[in-house]
């Protein structure tokens, strides 16, 4: 599977962005999808996942309200929708694949895309 993670820019606070994933392959719909961001100086860092199926969703704490993580399998490609963007958020943001259950450890996905740039201004 190849991932291609797009959708970043240069927003100011309270703005919005939708990312997306876009997977190569016939096995998107087998694999559970992540989301990731790295801040310049910090590791790696759970931001959303959602199960093969679509019906299950998990957030880290601090996007949670804010962002919604979504799936369309017939055009294999995952969405981030972030809302109300803080300073905080910035950070490069990277989608992956996995077929783990442990949804927020990077180390248990199996593909990544290549990330995209977020940086959000005050």
């Known amino acids: 599977v190849q991932l291609q993670a797009y959708g970043g820019g240069l927003v100011q606070a309270g703005d919005s962005l939708r990312l997306s994933c876009a997977a190569s392959g016939r096995s998107f719909s087998t694999y559970n999808m992540g989301w990731f961001r790295q801040a310049p100086g910090k590791e790696r860092e759970f931001v959303a996942a959602i199960k093969r199926s679509g019906e299950n969703t998990y957030y880290a704490d601090s996007v949670k309200g804010r962002s919604t993580i979504s799936r369309d399998n017939d055009k294999n490609t995952v969405y981030l929708q972030m809302n109300s963007l803080k300073p905080e958020d910035t950070a490069v943001y990277y989608c992956?694949?996995?077929?783990?259950?442990?949804?927020?450890?990077?180390?248990?996905?199996?593909?990544w895309g290549q990330g995209t740039q977020v940086t959000v201004s005050s």
């Open positions: 992956a694949a996995g077929r783990s259950t442990w949804y927020r450890i990077p180390g248990e996905y199996m593909y």
